[in-house]
């Protein structure tokens, strides 16, 4: 069974994607923020990581960027969920990254997690 973090500072949303992804199997880890989510990782060594951008603390691309350092997670694939397309830009050239925008559309998601596990 695949491991899924799921990091974002609503709930409702990390909600709505932990529904979506356990009804097909996959185990699901959350936290709130970035700075959780990053001892998460460390600890847990999810499969996939699907992270909102904007969040306070430690958003989604400092918590890329933490990940990428350590060697124990530097390969977890990540999905970026945000509401502003153009802050994707940056990390486009990343094998590993996907890019949702808000609201998740379900297909999109589990075909980009299918896309990222593989």
Known sequence: MK???IVDD???NRKL???I???QGY???EAEDGSIALDLAKEKIPDLIITDVMMENLNGFMLY???RDEPATKKIPVIF???EAQEAGAWDSDPAVE???KPVNTNQLLEAVKRSLQ
């Open 81 to 83: 969920v945000t509401g």
């Open 17 to 19: 994607i932990e529904i």
């Open 21 to 23: 992804l356990s009804k």
């Open 3 to 5: 491991t899924i973090l």
């Open 27 to 29: 185990k699901i880890i």
């Open 65 to 67: 960027e933490l990940l």
């Open 99 to 101: 890019y949702l925008e």
């Open 10 to 12: 609503d709930p409702d």
